[in-house]
């Protein structure tokens, strides 16, 4: 928590950072590089997991170039962790090591999340546009879609805590202990969905999207 706090008040994250189109393109293909992965492992193809696990190498130097170009030193930081785990993660794949490899997996998950949260200006339009399709699948009571869009909100929660650590990003940080509830929320609308409670998810949405206008009001 220091290091970080040190890295903020050395370099706050800008506004000029890269697009958000950019951030989303890779941020996408990296989880289904992962996901290829762990199904490589699983079913015992380590060649193809050796060639994935050099996929991911590639996309996280490019993450990296991406921070030091945007002079975000949070995103420069995690970025740099991620390379690093990729390069372990070849050793472990060249090894056939699946236990080593699972736990690898789950900590590039963390560091993904941790690069998301130091793109705050990302976040928020990830997030505006699931609370849009949130909306739009509860209207048509598509359960698939709305479990989905309320996992993520749900995961979301702990991204847009992380990225209160920056100050400059935000005229303040009042919403903060609204938004941690957004983490159980999330999963109360998967066991809404679950039981057909429609009337328990269009309040919660409203809740949600309450907590969400106070947060997104907050950016400088």
Not at 71 to 82: D, G, K, P, R, T
Not at 172 to 195: A, C, K, P, Q
């Amino acid at each position: 928590m220091l290091l970080i706090t040190l890295i903020l008040s050395i370099n706050p994250l800008s506004a000029d950072a890269t697009d958000n189109a950019t951030l989303s393109t890779l941020f996408e293909k990296y989880e289904v590089t992962m996901d290829q992965y762990i199904k490589d492992i699983t079913s015992g193809e380590w060649n193809r997991a050796y060639a994935n696990a050099n996929s991911l190498i590639n996309q996280s130097k490019t993450l990296h170039d991406l921070a030091i170009a945007d002079q975000n030193e949070i995103f420069e930081y995690y970025a740099s962790n991620l390379y690093h785990h990729c390069l372990e993660l070849r050793n472990v794949s060249m090894n056939k090591n699946a236990v080593e490899a699972i736990y690898l997996i789950n900590i590039l998950l963390g560091h993904i999340e941790q690069i998301q949260a130091a793109n705050p200006f990302w976040l928020k339009e990830h997030v505006r546009n699931q609370i849009l399709i949130l909306e739009k699948a509860i209207s048509v009571h598509d359960k698939n879609a709305v479990r989905d869009s309320a996992e993520i909100i749900h995961t979301s929660a702990i991204k847009i805590t992380l990225s209160a650590l920056n100050p400059n990003v935000y005229m303040h940080t009042r919403w903060l202990s609204n938004v941690v509830g957004i983490n159980r929320i999330g999963d109360e609308i998967i066991g809404d969905v679950n039981n057909d409670n429609w009337d328990n998810i269009k309040d919660k949405f409203i809740h949600i999207k309450h907590i969400f206008n106070r947060w997104y009001s907050s950016f400088k």
